[in-house]
Nanobody
Framework: QVQLVESGGDSVQAGGSLRLSCTASGVTVSSRCMGWFRQAPGKEREAVASLKRDGSTIYVGPVKGRFTISQDNVKNILYLQMNILKPEDTAMYYC???????????????????WGQGTQVTVSS
């Protein structure tokens, strides 16, 4: 059974930093495309970043240069380091994994099969 559990969400002031963690079980994070998504109140879920099997990364425009997606292969954890946080980063953040290790890797939520329950990030101005 696949389980993704996010943690690390908090309330911070603009300009601050947070590191989100996604602890995976039932899947190996290094063996497939993994991603972070977010959903703000009243808005649709949007992609944030993806990490490919080869270690390369994809970021959505507004977070480029501020967020970094990475993984710990020993602990089987996916991370999202978020720096220079802005009020518009306020959202519930979700970790996701594709079903097949051979799947492509894109910033498209429909590609991902497994999802965590989310962790809340609130950034105040």
């Amino acid at each position: 059974q696949v389980q993704l559990v996010e943690s690390g969400g908090d309330s911070v002031q603009a300009g601050g930093s947070l590191r989100l963690s996604c602890t995976a079980s039932g899947v190996t994070v290094s063996s497939r495309c993994m991603g972070w998504f977010r959903q703000a109140p009243g808005k649709e879920r949007e992609a944030v970043a993806s990490l490919k099997r080869d270690g390369s990364t994809i970021y959505v425009g507004p977070v480029k240069g501020r967020f970094t997606i990475s993984q710990d292969n020993v602990k089987n954890i996916l991370y999202l380091q978020m720096n220079i946080l802005k009020p518009e980063d306020t959202a519930m953040y979700y970790c996701a994994a594709v079903r097949y290790t051979s799947s492509g890797c894109y910033l498209d939520s429909q590609l991902y099969t497994y999802w965590g329950q989310g962790t809340q990030v609130t950034v105040s101005s």
